[in-house]
């Protein structure tokens, strides 16, 4: 008899907990395939946290249910402090890197888009990473040159400047854009650099990496000692270089190969 009202209670007791289980899933608490619970937001931060390790490549949007954390991620004070840490790396490496030889040929480059002006405001109308990159859309935004600086960026750019390093823009942009870029930049703060480097009609169809690559060597066969670069996409730092020292900052929008 006892262990008859024992039996009971377990039943009783499991059919509870498995109401509770499924009353309490949803989307936010998620059974993933490998059977591991995963609420969302565990899920987007991991992927975002992958992207920035380069461990996933190539995507082409954010994941849908990922556009409003990357959204809220993008324009948040972790975003801030995260690529003020970066900032703060850089700072702490050029207080010691560099033996400047007085030549001028002492370098350090910049990507441009969200490296020294931030694309934020277009993808806010655009989507935030879950829709394809309209190319058209978004030279034509370019073209109106209100790309606001990012100011940790600014800062360490005229640091930079100050040290006495020669100052290389190396974009992906088209050269077509050469004219709003630049009027962008000088709009946002930035000037004094020596060279911008955009992608004329023979670098059109290159990989973004093999581009950014050829320019560097560029710049080291010319006797620049490339001290270090700072960009927002591993394209900006992959294939042959002899550079120091590479820096990242955080973007989860969008991916160049």
């Given at each position: 008899m006892q262990m008859g009202k024992l039996l009971g209670f377990l039943l009783l007791f499991s059919s509870l907990c498995i109401g509770f289980v499924s009353a309490d899933w949803n989307i936010l608490n998620q059974?993933?395939?490998?059977?591991?619970?995963?609420?969302?937001?565990?899920?987007?931060e991991s992927w975002r946290i992958n992207v920035e390790l380069n461990n996933i490549?190539?995507?082409?949007?954010?994941?849908?249910?990922?556009?409003?954390y990357i959204k809220k991620y993008m324009t948040s004070s972790q975003y801030k402090a995260d690529s003020e840490r970066a900032i703060e790396e850089v700072i702490l490496y050029l207080s010691h890197c560099c033996t400047m030889k007085g030549?001028?040929?002492?370098?350090?480059?910049?990507?441009?888009?969200?490296?020294?002006?931030?694309?934020?405001?277009?993808?806010?109308?655009?989507?935030?990473?879950?829709r394809k990159l309209n190319t058209t859309s978004m030279e034509a935004w370019m073209g109106e040159s209100k790309a606001p600086a990012l100011e940790h960026s600014f800062k360490l750019f005229h640091?930079?400047?100050?040290?006495?390093?020669?100052?290389?823009?190396?974009?992906?942009?088209?050269?077509?854009?050469?004219?709003?870029?630049v009027d962008n930049l000088i709009k946002a703060g930035y000037h004094g650099w020596t060279s911008l480097v955009l992608r004329g009609l023979e670098d059109e169809?290159?990989?973004?990496?093999?581009?950014?690559?050829?320019?560097?060597?560029?710049?080291?066969?010319?006797?620049?000692?490339?001290?270090?670069?700072?960009?927002?996409?591993?394209?900006?730092?992959?294939g042959p270089s002899s550079v120091k020292r590479t820096f990242k900052l955080p973007n989860s929008i969008y991916y160049l190969a």
């Amino acid at each position: 008899m006892q262990m008859g009202k024992l039996l009971g209670f377990l039943l009783l007791f499991s059919s509870l907990c498995i109401g509770f289980v499924s009353a309490d899933w949803n989307i936010l608490n998620q059974k993933r395939k490998n059977g591991v619970g995963s609420s969302l937001k565990n899920y987007c931060e991991s992927w975002r946290i992958n992207v920035e390790l380069n461990n996933i490549r190539g995507f082409e949007v954010v994941p849908e249910e990922c556009v409003e954390y990357i959204k809220k991620y993008m324009t948040s004070s972790q975003y801030k402090a995260d690529s003020e840490r970066a900032i703060e790396e850089v700072i702490l490496y050029l207080s010691h890197c560099c033996t400047m030889k007085g030549d001028g040929k002492d370098a350090w480059i910049f990507d441009v888009d969200d490296t020294l002006l931030s694309t934020v405001p277009y993808y806010k109308k655009h989507g935030f990473g879950g829709r394809k990159l309209n190319t058209t859309s978004m030279e034509a935004w370019m073209g109106e040159s209100k790309a606001p600086a990012l100011e940790h960026s600014f800062k360490l750019f005229h640091e930079i400047k100050d040290r006495g390093l020669k100052i290389f823009l190396i974009s992906s942009r088209k050269e077509t854009l050469r004219s709003p870029t630049v009027d962008n930049l000088i709009k946002a703060g930035y000037h004094g650099w020596t060279s911008l480097v955009l992608r004329g009609l023979e670098d059109e169809f290159m990989e973004v990496q093999t581009y950014k690559s050829k320019a560097r060597q560029h710049l080291t066969n010319q006797g620049y000692r490339i001290w270090g670069i700072i960009g927002d996409q591993w394209s900006s730092f992959e294939g042959p270089s002899s550079v120091k020292r590479t820096f990242k900052l955080p973007n989860s929008i969008y991916y160049l190969a």
